[in-house]
C-alpha cells in the first residue's frame, strides 16, 4: 500500500531532541497544517470540529526494533506495546485542538511532531467513536502523568 | 511511504453491506488479529492493556472523493470531516478491546471492520494521551448517538 502526503505539519520543533512526546505534553503549543490545494475541498465542514485525529508520516525515523526502551521507561517493550515512532509502518497518531480554518490552512494546539512532517490523513476526533473506559493500561499505568514533563532525546532520529 | 501489512483482522463481517460503520456500533463483536511470526515479539508487554488502537488499510475501498454524504447524514460533507473509507491515503483507525492474547494471535471485541483486513499497526490505547474534552463535534453532534443502530451499505465497495 503506498501512501502520499496530503499537506505539511509546520511546528516549532526543528530538532527531535527536545520535544514533547506525546500532544499532552504539548499543550498550547501551536502549529499550522498546510494542505495541498487539490485536497482543500476535503476540509469542509472542519471547522466543526474542536478536535482533530492527525495520522502521518514519522519521517526523520528509520528502520524498527521489535523491543524497544520508551522514554517513560527503563525496561524493554514490545515496539507495539509502545507509541514510539520507530515502527514496522512508521504511522503517527496525534489528537490536537483546532482553532481555526483559513482556505487550506488549519492552526492547530497541542501538537508534538517535528516541523515539515508529512500529513497522511485527518479524521474527526467524535468522542461517541474515540472515547472508551480504559481498565488498564499496562506499563503505561504509572507513567502517562510525568508525559507532560518529559522531552525526546535523539534516540528515534536518523543516524 | 509504502506500507505493508503487520497481520490480518479475522471479522464476521464478509459483506460490507450490513455491517457497523464504527466499533460502538460492534459493542461485543469478536474477532482475531493474526499477527506475522516475524512481528511476535513485538506484541511484548500488550496483555496489559485493556483498549487497542488499529491501524489498517481499507482494502475494499477503491479512489476517493473530496466531498461524501456519510451514512449518518444526508449532506455531502468534506471527506477529512468524516470517518468515510474512501479517502486519499485509504487508512482506518478503530480502537477496540483486547480480550485476551495467545502467541501472535490477540483476541479482540467491538471490531467492525471487514474479515480479512490487512492490519498497518496496533499502538496502545492510553487515556492520558488519546482522551480529550471535546467542546464541538460539527456535523457528527447529533448523529453520533445514532451511530450504533446505523448499519453500512454498498456505497464504499469496490464496483
Known sequence: ????PIGIIETPFTDPSGMPIQPTGAKGVKGKIHIAKAY???????EGFSHLILLY????SSGFDLMVTPFLD???????????PRRPNPIGLSIVRLIARRQSILEIEDID????????DIKPYVPGFDIREVTS??????????????????RFTET
Open 40 to 46: 482543500e475541498q476535503g476540509l469542509s465542514d472542519i
Open 57 to 60: 508520516h514519522f519521517h526523520k
Open 1 to 4: 500500500m503506498e501512501c502520499s
Open 137 to 154: 493500561s499496562g506499563w503505561l499505568e504509572k507513567t502517562q502523568k510525568e508525559v507532560k514533563d518529559k522531552k525526546s532525546d535523539s
Open 113 to 120: 511532531v517535528l516541523n515539515q512532517t508529512p500529513l497522511l
Open 74 to 84: 527503563k525496561t524493554p517493550r514490545g515496539v507495539f506495546s509502545t507509541r514510539a
